[in-house]
């Protein structure tokens, strides 16, 4: 297994941009790497996705504003978020999927007020 340790986060604006890291401890080139959110009280929904080989895909309430990335040199995932909205605002995690066994980072808060 891999562990993930996420850092960013926190309060912005509306419209302002924020960016998420990644670091996990060992090889993610094996990985689908993603990231989730969890809005209070509701369950986790996947926000974007990167599979080792494929393409990026996105949920469609954040497509043309979030990016993924992935480092496979610096085992690093990022999620670069723009034109954040209020609606946007949860707790974010990174999750690492291989062959059934899925990892998950600490979580990390988003808040989008004014």
């Known amino acids: 297994q891999v562990q993930l340790v996420q850092s960013g986060g926190g309060l912005v604006e509306p419209g302002g941009s924020l960016r998420l890291s990644c670091t996990a401890s060992?090889?993610?080139?094996?990985?689908?790497m993603a990231w989730y959110r969890q809005y209070l009280g509701k369950q986790r929904e996947a926000v974007a996705t990167?599979?080792?080989?494929?393409?990026?895909n996105y949920a469609g309430s954040v497509k043309g504003r979030f990016t993924i990335s992935r480092d496979n040199a610096r085992n690093m995932v990022y999620l670069q978020m723009n034109n954040l909205k209020p609606g946007d605002t949860a707790v974010y995690y990174c999750?690492?999927?291989?062959?059934?066994?899925?990892?998950w980072g600490q979580g990390t808060q988003v808040t989008v007020s004014s």
């Open positions: 060992a090889s993610i080139v094996d990985y689908d």
């Open positions: 999750n690492a999927r291989r062959l059934g066994e899925a990892n």
């Open positions: 990167f599979p080792n080989f494929g393409d990026t």
